[in-house]
Protein backbone atom coordinates (compact mmCIF):
# COMPACT_ATOMS: atom_id res chain seq x y z
CA UNK A 1 0.00 0.00 0.00
CA UNK A 2 1.05 3.71 -0.90
CA UNK A 3 2.60 5.33 2.31
CA UNK A 4 0.90 8.11 3.13
CA UNK A 5 2.22 9.34 6.03
CA UNK A 6 4.81 11.83 6.21
CA UNK A 7 8.34 11.92 6.05
CA UNK A 8 9.39 13.25 8.95
CA UNK A 9 13.15 11.90 8.92
CA UNK A 10 13.48 13.69 5.95
CA UNK A 11 12.01 16.83 6.79
CA UNK A 12 14.76 16.44 10.01
CA UNK A 13 17.55 16.39 7.72
CA UNK A 14 17.03 19.12 5.69
CA UNK A 15 16.75 21.21 8.90
CA UNK A 16 19.95 19.61 9.70
CA UNK A 17 21.58 20.31 6.28
CA UNK A 18 20.65 24.04 5.83
CA UNK A 19 21.69 24.69 9.24
CA UNK A 20 18.75 25.39 10.60
CA UNK A 21 17.38 22.80 13.36
CA UNK A 22 16.88 23.89 16.42
CA UNK A 23 16.64 22.37 19.84
CA UNK A 24 15.26 22.88 23.16
CA UNK A 25 18.17 23.15 25.69
CA UNK A 26 16.07 23.18 29.32
CA UNK A 27 18.29 25.90 32.02
CA UNK A 28 17.91 25.60 35.65
CA UNK A 29 17.94 29.10 36.76
CA UNK A 30 19.07 29.40 40.04
CA UNK A 31 19.20 32.89 41.11
CA UNK A 32 17.25 36.12 40.82
CA UNK A 33 20.15 38.32 38.13
CA UNK A 34 19.59 35.22 35.52
CA UNK A 35 21.98 32.95 36.92
CA UNK A 36 21.68 29.12 35.16
CA UNK A 37 23.64 26.33 36.76
CA UNK A 38 23.17 22.46 36.16
CA UNK A 39 19.63 20.98 36.38
CA UNK A 40 19.11 20.08 39.90
CA UNK A 41 18.27 16.29 38.57
CA UNK A 42 15.33 14.32 36.60
CA UNK A 43 16.45 13.40 33.45
CA UNK A 44 16.87 16.39 31.46
CA UNK A 45 20.22 16.77 29.71
CA UNK A 46 22.35 18.76 31.33
CA UNK A 47 23.76 21.50 28.66
CA UNK A 48 24.83 24.14 30.76
CA UNK A 49 27.01 23.67 33.97
CA UNK A 50 29.20 26.64 35.05
CA UNK A 51 27.06 29.63 36.46
CA UNK A 52 26.58 32.32 33.94
CA UNK A 53 24.60 35.28 33.63
CA UNK A 54 21.94 35.98 31.43
CA UNK A 55 21.27 39.02 29.28
CA UNK A 56 18.93 37.07 27.18
CA UNK A 57 15.68 37.19 28.84
CA UNK A 58 12.13 38.87 28.44
CA UNK A 59 11.96 38.97 32.11
CA UNK A 60 12.96 42.57 32.05
CA UNK A 61 12.24 43.58 35.27
CA UNK A 62 13.54 39.96 36.54
CA UNK A 63 9.84 39.51 38.81
CA UNK A 64 9.61 35.55 37.94
CA UNK A 65 12.11 35.68 40.80
CA UNK A 66 10.05 38.19 42.62
CA UNK A 67 8.75 36.76 46.19
CA UNK A 68 5.53 39.01 46.08
CA UNK A 69 4.87 37.94 42.67
CA UNK A 70 5.75 34.01 43.76
CA UNK A 71 3.16 34.46 46.84
CA UNK A 72 0.54 35.41 44.46
CA UNK A 73 0.94 32.71 42.26
CA UNK A 74 0.83 30.16 45.37
CA UNK A 75 -2.01 31.57 46.61
CA UNK A 76 -4.11 31.60 43.88
CA UNK A 77 -3.20 27.89 43.32
CA UNK A 78 -3.98 27.54 47.02
CA UNK A 79 -7.55 29.16 47.18
CA UNK A 80 -8.91 29.20 43.17
CA UNK A 81 -6.99 25.93 42.09
CA UNK A 82 -4.03 25.44 39.79
CA UNK A 83 -6.00 25.14 36.47
CA UNK A 84 -9.32 27.21 35.25
CA UNK A 85 -10.30 23.65 34.23
CA UNK A 86 -13.01 25.04 31.31
CA UNK A 87 -13.53 28.15 28.96
CA UNK A 88 -13.99 31.13 30.94
CA UNK A 89 -17.74 30.99 28.82
CA UNK A 90 -18.13 27.76 30.71
CA UNK A 91 -16.96 27.17 34.38
CA UNK A 92 -13.60 28.76 34.05
CA UNK A 93 -14.32 32.32 34.50
CA UNK A 94 -12.99 33.32 37.85
CA UNK A 95 -12.51 36.28 40.27
CA UNK A 96 -8.86 36.39 39.69
CA UNK A 97 -9.58 36.88 35.77
CA UNK A 98 -11.65 39.91 36.43
CA UNK A 99 -9.23 41.24 38.91
CA UNK A 100 -6.28 41.15 36.23
CA UNK A 101 -8.84 42.74 33.53
CA UNK A 102 -9.48 45.47 36.06
CA UNK A 103 -6.04 46.29 36.63
CA UNK A 104 -5.02 45.86 33.00
CA UNK A 105 -7.76 48.16 31.83
CA UNK A 106 -6.96 51.10 34.32
CA UNK A 107 -3.20 50.76 33.59
CA UNK A 108 -3.87 50.63 29.76
CA UNK A 109 -7.16 53.13 29.89
CA UNK A 110 -9.59 51.87 28.33
CA UNK A 111 -12.94 50.75 29.22
CA UNK A 112 -12.25 47.01 29.32
CA UNK A 113 -9.81 44.02 28.91
CA UNK A 114 -9.47 40.47 27.96
CA UNK A 115 -7.34 37.96 29.58
CA UNK A 116 -6.48 34.84 26.86
CA UNK A 117 -3.83 32.17 27.50
CA UNK A 118 -1.50 33.03 25.61
CA UNK A 119 -0.13 36.40 23.77
CA UNK A 120 0.11 34.51 20.45
CA UNK A 121 -3.88 33.40 21.16
CA UNK A 122 -4.91 37.04 21.51
CA UNK A 123 -3.11 38.20 18.80
CA UNK A 124 -4.77 35.22 16.25
CA UNK A 125 -8.11 35.34 17.60
CA UNK A 126 -8.38 39.10 17.63
CA UNK A 127 -7.26 39.49 14.18
CA UNK A 128 -9.58 36.90 12.71
CA UNK A 129 -12.64 37.88 14.91
CA UNK A 130 -12.90 40.98 13.58
CA UNK A 131 -12.59 40.00 9.73
CA UNK A 132 -11.10 43.34 8.58
CA UNK A 133 -11.23 43.39 4.80
CA UNK A 134 -7.41 45.17 4.42
CA UNK A 135 -4.78 44.72 7.40
CA UNK A 136 -1.76 47.09 6.71
CA UNK A 137 1.36 45.31 8.42
CA UNK A 138 4.51 46.25 9.58
CA UNK A 139 6.97 44.21 7.71
CA UNK A 140 9.06 43.17 11.11
CA UNK A 141 6.00 42.31 12.70
CA UNK A 142 5.59 39.39 15.06
CA UNK A 143 4.26 35.52 13.64
CA UNK A 144 1.30 35.75 15.60
CA UNK A 145 0.34 39.08 14.08
CA UNK A 146 0.94 37.58 10.59
CA UNK A 147 -0.83 34.13 11.46
CA UNK A 148 -3.92 36.30 13.00
CA UNK A 149 -4.31 37.98 9.22
CA UNK A 150 -3.78 34.56 7.28
CA UNK A 151 -6.79 33.30 10.02
CA UNK A 152 -9.05 36.28 8.89
CA UNK A 153 -8.33 35.97 5.46
CA UNK A 154 -7.87 39.45 5.31
CA UNK A 155 -5.77 41.20 2.21
CA UNK A 156 -2.52 42.10 3.58
CA UNK A 157 -0.35 45.67 2.94
CA UNK A 158 2.95 45.28 4.49
CA UNK A 159 4.77 48.58 4.63
CA UNK A 160 8.48 49.20 5.38
CA UNK A 161 9.59 48.51 9.50
CA UNK A 162 8.89 51.82 11.16
CA UNK A 163 8.26 53.68 8.04
CA UNK A 164 4.52 55.80 8.47
CA UNK A 165 5.12 56.91 4.90
CA UNK A 166 5.69 53.96 3.63
CA UNK A 167 2.29 52.90 5.87
CA UNK A 168 0.49 56.00 4.03
CA UNK A 169 1.42 55.18 0.34
CA UNK A 170 -0.02 51.88 1.02
CA UNK A 171 -3.51 52.87 2.22
CA UNK A 172 -3.35 55.92 -0.48
CA UNK A 173 -2.59 52.73 -3.00
CA UNK A 174 -5.48 50.88 -1.32
CA UNK A 175 -8.33 53.67 -1.60
CA UNK A 176 -7.18 54.50 -5.09
CA UNK A 177 -7.42 50.83 -6.43
CA UNK A 178 -10.70 50.12 -4.40
CA UNK A 179 -12.09 53.27 -6.20
CA UNK A 180 -10.85 52.08 -9.40
CA UNK A 181 -12.22 48.60 -9.23
CA UNK A 182 -15.97 50.29 -8.18
CA UNK A 183 -15.96 49.88 -4.60
CA UNK A 184 -16.36 52.54 -2.34
CA UNK A 185 -13.54 52.24 0.38
CA UNK A 186 -15.44 53.69 2.85
CA UNK A 187 -17.07 50.38 2.94
CA UNK A 188 -14.09 48.24 3.89
CA UNK A 189 -12.85 47.76 7.22
CA UNK A 190 -9.14 48.96 7.99
CA UNK A 191 -6.75 47.73 10.63
CA UNK A 192 -3.40 48.84 11.11
CA UNK A 193 -1.41 46.56 12.92
CA UNK A 194 2.34 47.47 14.13
CA UNK A 195 4.49 46.16 17.30
CA UNK A 196 5.12 48.92 19.61
CA UNK A 197 8.57 47.84 20.19
CA UNK A 198 10.04 44.92 17.86
CA UNK A 199 12.13 42.02 19.61
CA UNK A 200 15.16 41.81 17.29
CA UNK A 201 15.96 45.37 16.36
CA UNK A 202 14.78 47.32 19.62
CA UNK A 203 13.04 49.69 17.45
CA UNK A 204 10.15 51.94 18.20
CA UNK A 205 7.28 52.48 15.98
CA UNK A 206 5.90 55.95 15.35
CA UNK A 207 2.87 55.28 17.04
CA UNK A 208 1.86 59.14 16.86
CA UNK A 209 2.61 59.09 12.41
CA UNK A 210 0.82 55.94 12.49
CA UNK A 211 -2.27 57.46 14.16
CA UNK A 212 -2.02 60.54 11.88
CA UNK A 213 -2.26 58.28 9.01
CA UNK A 214 -4.89 56.25 10.09
CA UNK A 215 -7.01 58.78 11.06
CA UNK A 216 -6.78 60.49 7.43
CA UNK A 217 -8.05 57.46 5.91
CA UNK A 218 -10.69 56.14 8.78
CA UNK A 219 -8.53 53.11 9.55
CA UNK A 220 -8.04 51.70 12.97
CA UNK A 221 -4.88 50.90 15.07
CA UNK A 222 -4.19 47.99 16.93
CA UNK A 223 -0.58 48.54 19.01
CA UNK A 224 1.27 44.76 19.75
CA UNK A 225 3.09 45.80 23.52
CA UNK A 226 4.31 41.87 24.39
CA UNK A 227 7.82 43.56 24.59
CA UNK A 228 6.47 46.91 25.96
CA UNK A 229 3.91 46.39 28.54
CA UNK A 230 4.94 47.32 31.91
CA UNK A 231 8.15 49.08 30.92
CA UNK A 232 6.71 52.45 29.98
CA UNK A 233 4.85 55.39 31.95
CA UNK A 234 3.03 54.25 34.81
CA UNK A 235 3.70 50.21 34.05
CA UNK A 236 1.47 50.76 30.54
CA UNK A 237 3.63 50.59 27.42
CA UNK A 238 4.50 53.02 24.34
CA UNK A 239 0.56 53.83 23.88
CA UNK A 240 0.74 55.46 27.66
CA UNK A 241 4.26 57.17 26.63
CA UNK A 242 3.10 58.70 24.18
CA UNK A 243 -0.59 59.52 25.61
CA UNK A 244 -2.23 57.73 22.49
CA UNK A 245 -5.06 55.69 24.61
CA UNK A 246 -7.84 57.75 22.83
CA UNK A 247 -6.26 56.75 19.09
CA UNK A 248 -5.28 53.55 19.33
CA UNK A 249 -8.58 51.13 19.13
CA UNK A 250 -7.07 48.07 20.01
CA UNK A 251 -4.09 47.53 22.54
CA UNK A 252 -2.63 44.20 22.96
CA UNK A 253 0.03 42.57 24.63
CA UNK A 254 1.87 39.68 26.55
CA UNK A 255 2.19 38.39 30.06
CA UNK A 256 4.64 36.75 29.48
CA UNK A 257 8.22 39.07 29.55
CA UNK A 258 7.94 42.27 31.96
CA UNK A 259 4.76 41.00 33.55
CA UNK A 260 6.88 37.12 34.29
CA UNK A 261 3.42 35.17 33.88
CA UNK A 262 1.94 33.30 30.87
CA UNK A 263 -0.67 34.65 29.28
CA UNK A 264 -1.84 37.89 26.63
CA UNK A 265 -4.33 40.25 26.77
CA UNK A 266 -6.51 42.96 24.71
CA UNK A 267 -7.84 46.25 25.96
CA UNK A 268 -9.91 48.23 24.46
CA UNK A 269 -13.55 49.56 24.75
CA UNK A 270 -16.13 47.88 26.37
CA UNK A 271 -18.18 46.73 22.98
CA UNK A 272 -14.36 44.99 21.38
CA UNK A 273 -14.13 43.15 24.70
CA UNK A 274 -17.99 41.71 24.18
CA UNK A 275 -17.17 40.88 20.42
CA UNK A 276 -14.07 39.13 21.07
CA UNK A 277 -15.83 37.01 24.36
CA UNK A 278 -18.04 35.71 21.67
CA UNK A 279 -16.26 35.76 18.59
CA UNK A 280 -12.30 35.05 18.96
CA UNK A 281 -11.90 31.19 18.96
CA UNK A 282 -9.01 31.27 20.60
CA UNK A 283 -10.63 32.54 23.84
CA UNK A 284 -13.93 30.75 23.43
CA UNK A 285 -12.62 27.27 22.66
CA UNK A 286 -9.13 27.41 24.77
CA UNK A 287 -9.55 26.54 28.50
CA UNK A 288 -9.16 29.68 30.81
CA UNK A 289 -5.64 31.13 31.99
CA UNK A 290 -4.76 29.74 34.79
CA UNK A 291 -5.39 31.20 37.73
CA UNK A 292 -1.94 31.43 39.27
CA UNK A 293 -0.85 32.67 36.23
CA UNK A 294 -3.47 35.66 36.26
CA UNK A 295 -2.69 36.43 39.83
CA UNK A 296 1.30 36.53 39.23
CA UNK A 297 0.42 38.70 36.25
CA UNK A 298 -1.81 41.28 38.03
CA UNK A 299 1.04 41.11 41.20
CA UNK A 300 3.54 42.03 38.72
CA UNK A 301 1.48 44.85 36.73
CA UNK A 302 1.27 46.21 40.39
CA UNK A 303 5.06 45.92 41.37
CA UNK A 304 5.80 47.35 37.62
CA UNK A 305 3.59 50.44 38.27
CA UNK A 306 4.71 51.32 41.98
CA UNK A 307 8.19 50.06 42.62
CA UNK A 308 11.71 51.30 41.06
CA UNK A 309 12.28 48.13 39.04
CA UNK A 310 11.33 50.15 35.87
CA UNK A 311 13.87 52.95 36.65
CA UNK A 312 16.46 50.38 37.44
CA UNK A 313 16.12 48.60 34.10
CA UNK A 314 16.47 52.01 32.49
CA UNK A 315 19.88 52.62 33.99
CA UNK A 316 21.04 49.41 33.66
CA UNK A 317 20.25 49.94 29.81
CA UNK A 318 21.80 53.34 29.52
CA UNK A 319 24.76 51.60 31.15
CA UNK A 320 25.48 48.89 28.94
CA UNK A 321 24.17 50.82 25.73
CA UNK A 322 26.74 53.66 26.74
CA UNK A 323 29.74 50.94 27.43
CA UNK A 324 29.52 48.75 24.26
CA UNK A 325 29.11 52.01 22.05
CA UNK A 326 32.02 53.78 23.52
CA UNK A 327 33.86 50.07 22.99
CA UNK A 328 32.81 50.83 19.66
CA UNK A 329 30.01 48.15 18.72
CA UNK A 330 27.30 49.84 17.14
CA UNK A 331 23.75 49.10 19.41
CA UNK A 332 20.54 49.46 17.26
CA UNK A 333 17.24 50.64 18.36
CA UNK A 334 15.96 52.58 20.56
CA UNK A 335 14.20 50.59 23.32
CA UNK A 336 15.36 48.22 26.06
CA UNK A 337 16.35 45.61 23.63
CA UNK A 338 20.39 46.17 22.95
CA UNK A 339 21.14 44.47 19.78
CA UNK A 340 24.94 44.44 19.01
CA UNK A 341 25.72 44.72 14.90
CA UNK A 342 28.01 42.30 13.64
CA UNK A 343 27.03 41.70 10.41
CA UNK A 344 28.94 38.86 9.46
CA UNK A 345 27.25 35.80 10.31
CA UNK A 346 30.35 33.59 11.71
CA UNK A 347 32.05 36.67 13.43
CA UNK A 348 28.46 37.28 15.10
CA UNK A 349 28.27 32.96 16.23
CA UNK A 350 32.39 33.09 17.70
CA UNK A 351 31.36 36.99 19.47
CA UNK A 352 28.70 35.03 21.24
CA UNK A 353 30.71 32.16 22.22
CA UNK A 354 33.79 34.46 23.16
CA UNK A 355 31.08 36.12 25.60
CA UNK A 356 29.86 32.74 26.61
CA UNK A 357 33.35 31.36 28.17
CA UNK A 358 33.60 34.81 29.84
CA UNK A 359 30.22 33.01 31.65
CA UNK A 360 28.00 36.01 29.40
CA UNK A 361 24.65 34.53 27.70
CA UNK A 362 23.32 36.45 24.86
CA UNK A 363 21.81 35.10 21.95
CA UNK A 364 23.54 35.20 18.21
CA UNK A 365 20.87 36.18 16.02
CA UNK A 366 21.65 35.08 12.53
CA UNK A 367 19.35 34.40 9.40
CA UNK A 368 16.64 33.79 8.57
CA UNK A 369 15.64 35.42 11.54
CA UNK A 370 17.71 38.62 10.41
CA UNK A 371 18.36 39.79 6.93
CA UNK A 372 21.72 38.56 5.39
CA UNK A 373 24.88 40.93 6.32
CA UNK A 374 22.95 41.99 9.89
CA UNK A 375 23.60 39.05 12.09
CA UNK A 376 23.48 40.54 15.87
CA UNK A 377 24.07 39.67 19.32
CA UNK A 378 20.76 40.56 21.08
CA UNK A 379 21.65 41.89 24.92
CA UNK A 380 18.48 42.17 26.35
CA UNK A 381 19.70 43.72 30.44
CA UNK A 382 17.03 43.03 33.18
CA UNK A 383 16.17 45.42 36.20
CA UNK A 384 17.66 42.99 38.47
CA UNK A 385 21.20 43.11 36.78
CA UNK A 386 23.11 44.76 39.31
CA UNK A 387 26.55 47.37 38.47
CA UNK A 388 28.56 44.12 38.82
CA UNK A 389 26.99 42.46 36.23
CA UNK A 390 26.44 45.36 33.75
CA UNK A 391 30.34 45.68 34.00
CA UNK A 392 30.97 41.79 33.67
CA UNK A 393 29.20 41.92 30.46
CA UNK A 394 31.11 45.00 28.70
CA UNK A 395 34.19 43.41 30.13
CA UNK A 396 32.91 39.55 28.10
CA UNK A 397 32.04 41.96 24.76
CA UNK A 398 35.70 43.94 25.20
CA UNK A 399 37.54 40.87 25.52
CA UNK A 400 35.48 38.27 23.06
CA UNK A 401 35.24 41.75 20.86
CA UNK A 402 38.83 42.10 20.53
CA UNK A 403 39.35 38.08 20.01
CA UNK A 404 36.85 38.28 16.81
CA UNK A 405 38.58 41.09 15.67
CA UNK A 406 35.61 43.54 16.00
CA UNK A 407 37.40 45.66 17.99
N1 LIG B 1 3.78 39.50 20.07
C1 LIG B 1 5.10 39.72 20.15
C2 LIG B 1 5.67 40.99 19.57
C3 LIG B 1 5.94 38.79 20.77
O1 LIG B 1 7.26 39.00 20.83
C4 LIG B 1 5.36 37.62 21.31
C5 LIG B 1 6.21 36.59 22.03
N2 LIG B 1 7.41 36.28 21.48
C6 LIG B 1 3.99 37.42 21.19
C7 LIG B 1 3.23 38.38 20.57
C8 LIG B 1 3.34 36.18 21.70
O2 LIG B 1 3.19 36.25 23.08
P1 LIG B 1 3.15 34.90 23.97
O3 LIG B 1 4.58 34.49 24.17
O4 LIG B 1 2.48 35.32 25.22
O5 LIG B 1 2.37 33.91 23.19
Redesign the pocket.
Known amino acids: MADRGFDLEDRLETLEETDLKRALSPVDRVAERGYFGEPSGGDLPVLETAEALVFASNNYLGLTDDQRVQDAARQAAATVGTGAGASRLVTGDTMVHRDLERLLAEVKGTERALAFS????A?VGTIAALEPDVVFSDELN?A?IIDGCRLADAETAVYDHCDAASLRSQLEERARTATRDGRDPADESWLIVT?SVF?MDGTVAPLEAICDAAESFGAWVMV?E??ATGLYANGGGVVQAEGLEDRVQIQMG???KALASQ??YVAGSAALIECLVNDARSFVFSTGLAPPAAAAASEALHVARHSGAREQLWENVAHLRDGLESMGFEVLGESQILPVLVGDRTDTIDLAEGIRERDVVAPAIRPPTVPEGTSRIRVAPMATHDEDDIITCLEAFSAAGEEVGLL
Open positions: SGYANHSDSDAHTLSGG
